[in-house]
């Protein structure tokens, strides 16, 4: 699974923390690029801000968004995804603590692949993390042009 690289937008270090650990443990060896907002979510996925002059043909095998973000939320995150043509087919995995049904609905609506909430007990948080991993890392089979290359 090297070479590999998934996007955490999450901005609790304990979540963010965990998650890293949860993902080595399930010998999930992938770079790890971490955004701490909305913003700066975009600003790595559009090479704009501080990761300007970044080779956007090289994109996330998979990002883990979070929905409780500040600067922009992670509902707004995704919208702005699914609009640009360089990360409409992106895998999103929404790996949130929210129970709120409304948060489900309308990250489904906005064209998340997934829905995950984070498992307050580590062993569970870190089963849930290693599955989802292992999913969109090994088995998934991504569209080709959204890696910058031709089928």
Known sequence: MRGKT????EDDRNDEMLTIRAL???NISSDVVVARDGVEA???LFATGTYAGRDTRVMPEVVLLDLKLPKLDGLEVLA???TDERTRMLPV???TS?????????SYRLGANSYVRKPVDFSQFSKAVGQVGLYWLVLNEAPPKVHGRSS
């Not at 998934?6 to 937008?9: A, M, R």
């Not at 929210?98 to 309308?106: A, G, H, I, P, V």
């Open 98 to 106: 929210s129970k709120e049904e409304r948060d489900l609905m309308d």
């Open 24 to 26: 080595k443990s399930n």
């Open 42 to 44: 975009l600003d790595y």
């Open 93 to 95: 995995v929404i790996l």
């Open 6 to 9: 998934i996007l955490l937008v």
């Open 80 to 82: 702005r995804m699914r």
